[in-house]
């Protein structure tokens, strides 16, 4: 059974770093595409950051593009989200998700993702 539990969410102060894991069990990691995934009350969830197998390619939205870092760790069979230069605009709770490879391609929509995290809440003030 596939399972995907985050953490490492908290409050910080603007302008810190915070790094989310995502830790992965029930698949091999590498054979999937993942995603971090941020959602607040009357938002769209939005897509942050990807890592798909195919390359090993990452993918940031604008927002957060040059401030975070995705990276995996397939020994731990971990995802990990580095976030540096937070915003009080970053203040979300943070999932993570995957699907298997298919057909040779990752999307970053979050409705095609077919496993999902119990997220984790980052708070950041100004």
């Known amino acids: 059974q596939v399972q995907l539990v985050e953490s490492g969410g908290a409050s910080v102060q603007a302008g810190g770093s915070l790094s989310l894991s995502c830790a992965a069990s029930?698949?091999?990691?590498?054979?999937?595409?993942m995603g971090w995934f941020r959602q607040t009350p009357g938002k769209e969830r939005e897509g942050v950051a990807f890592?798909?197998?195919?390359?090993?390619?990452?993918h940031y939205a604008d927002s957060v593009k040059g401030r975070f870092t995705i990276s995996l760790d397939n020994v731990k069979n971990t995802l990990y989200l580095q976030m540096n230069s937070l915003k009080p605009d970053d203040t979300a709770m943070y999932y993570c998700?995957?699907?298997?490879?298919?057909?040779?391609?990752?999307?970053?929509?979050?409705?095609?993702?077919?496993?999902w995290g119990q997220g984790t809440q980052v708070t950041v003030s100004s």
């Open positions: 029930g698949y091999t990691i590498t054979s999937y595409c």
């Open positions: 890592f798909f197998p195919p390359g090993r390619s990452t």
């Open positions: 998700a995957a699907r298997r490879l298919f057909a040779g391609s990752c999307v970053r929509e979050g409705s095609w993702y077919n496993y």
